[in-house]
């Protein structure tokens, strides 16, 4: 099996250090290990463009964050304190992702949702990364969400004050007002 490029991925602030400012908590690691697999091998997502033609459409940081698996510094998208209604779509395909109405008022610099749109988000196994300083055996893994219809990477999903929320990079997403 190859192994994804992860030479773009979490250049700072590392997963590490993204968890503990955050006091954020990865989710427990029981999410479906077939979804990242079946990514791996081959999966066929409906809407696929290569590199060059996604840099094309994409500003560098949101390829780095839809396209290898990066992450916005908290605070930086300005659609984490949008509170308007609204549809949220995924910024590499259009797919309707999130809604307005499902938004957790989460005080952490990132877009916070209680669910998806019903099959618009595939999740998948991310780390722990060795060469990010990440332990194996004691750091948890994180489960990681994905576009469904391109794969584009929008954030991952934690426990949150004890509650499953869907963490969100604003850079992922188109937001439209109702
Ligand atoms: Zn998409």
Known sequence: ?????????????????????????AAAAAAPRHAAAAQSAGFAFEITRTDDEWRAMLTQ????????????LP??????????????????CDLLLYRGAWREPVDKGWVFFRHSEENAV???IDGPVAE?????????TMIEAHCRRCGSHLGHILLVDGIVLHCINGTSLAFTPL
């Open 61 to 72: 940081d949101e390829f780095r964050i839809l396209r290898r698996g990066g992450t916005e």
């Open 75 to 92: 605070g930086s998208s300005e659609l984490w304190t949008e509170t308007r209604p609204g549809d949220y779509c995924c910024k590499g």
């Open 122 to 124: 595939l999740t998948g």
């Open 132 to 140: 990010y300083g990440m332990d194996p055996y004691t750091d948890l």
């Open 1 to 25: 099996m190859t192994q994804p490029d992860r030479t773009l991925r979490w250049p700072a602030p590392t997963r590490r250090d993204f968890l503990a400012a955050t006091g954020l908590t």
